[in-house]
């Protein structure tokens, strides 16, 4: 798989446009589905769950024809590639598993994918950088129905669409919006924050399941309720509370600028410097940097550097894109030079 | 906020025991640990298992031990892994999923988009659980008009089904 399949080296949601996209990283909604006729994963054989492969990947390259570019079973993928579509966020970790019927496709702007046989038969994304969950469900909606038209979901009037766990039907829907919030961090309000939107039944997790931590303070916001509201119910309620989130992370920046402005100027600096001239860059301490240059860069504190270029820092440096970049495989130390020398090399211009 | 079993983390991922209602903060690490599958998206499903109790009166006893004709899953089999075998499941084990349903949604009815094809619904949607719902989202936006309406509907159902 060569990273040039992607139409953009960031894809659509680190494109960094979109409104409030100084705070909102990404919007996504996912639709769980299964296909009528068929057994769940777990009761299914294998042969059954490779014909449903074969004919949804037909189906997806040939009659729709905008997956034709990137579609991939992961039994053919090396594990490198196949970690390359989990930073990407097209499969999840669990998807990577080169499992017999197990596929991916997405259309070349990585605004909408699908994972064939995850935990259910059908996981349909939809992505749109910034605050857009509106365009992304309307995406999603049309290309959701186009799909049940050709194949039959399993559906029941009482409780909408069956899914494997219990804990996704309905709707099948999980909406989630990625928040860049560094200062609400540095004031420690985020604690208080995460409070608050737990006890409105809504989840709030870090960016990824690799790593331990809430790396480079990205915050993904997320329904769990999928049954008894209609779609626009639950996109709704999760904007609201986004909305309220963005004002709430808009405050904290102002406040720190009236109330520590040097601190604060001379924190942000300290962090460009060092990711712009640093030797050996761990992953961690890489996205904890550029959490502070992307807020430097919003504040208009540090030089103004296009949200595409941090976004392709943020993308292209993960461990396995790295490898891609530079064509071979590289031990976790060869991994932190490589990174601290393709982002000098990015970074250069800018002072 | 640090991780509250490790203290030494980032807490990310907030733990809930949907039967308890308790929960806790963990970093991923410490959640991996308690049996939570990280993905890419939040999902509760995989400390479902551990939600999923044991059946408590002789009917559910039996119940648990219905096999479902499609795939042959039993509703043991069920609880022990969190997953059904096939769409069938649902309906064979409905007097052991609603309340499950409740549990997690707090609802047992399905209100959202519906297949390509498929005939509208009889009762126009109008179940219980989905009136409360529309009642406290009309409350939260503070439309109180629409919300006195909804009630008015929870009341009407609510006779008729005592009514019954
Ligand atoms: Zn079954």
Redesign the pocket.
Known sequence: MELSAFESPAGEWLKGEGPESDIVVSSRIRLARNLAGH?FLS?ASTEELQDIESSVGTYLREDDGRFAGLYFRMSELSEIDRYVLVERHLISREHSVPEPGRAMAATGDESLGVMINEEDHLRIQSLRSGLQLREAWQAIDDFDTGLSEKFGYAFSPRWGYLTACPTNVGTGMRVSVMLHLPALVMTQEIEKLFRAISKINLAVRGLYGEGTQAYGDLYQVSNHVSLGRTEEKIIDALEGVVTGVIAYEHKARQRILSTHRLETEDRLWRAFGMLKSSRVLSSEEMMHLLSAVRLGTCMNILPAIDTRTLNEIFLLTQPAHLQKVVDRALSPEARDVERAVFIREKLAAFS | MMCQRCKKKRASVRVTDVATKTEIWLCEECAQKEGVTLKSQVSLADFLAGLIKAPVTKEMARLAKLK?P????TYLEFQSKGR???P??YE?FSKLVEPLLDKIHGSTRHVGKRPAGTPPPADKGASLSALKSALETAVKAERYEDAAKIRDEIRSLKDKESGA
Do not use: A, K
Request: aromatic share 8%.
């Open positions: 057994h009761r | 479902c499609e795939c042959g899953i059904f075998g096939c069938n499941d064979v």
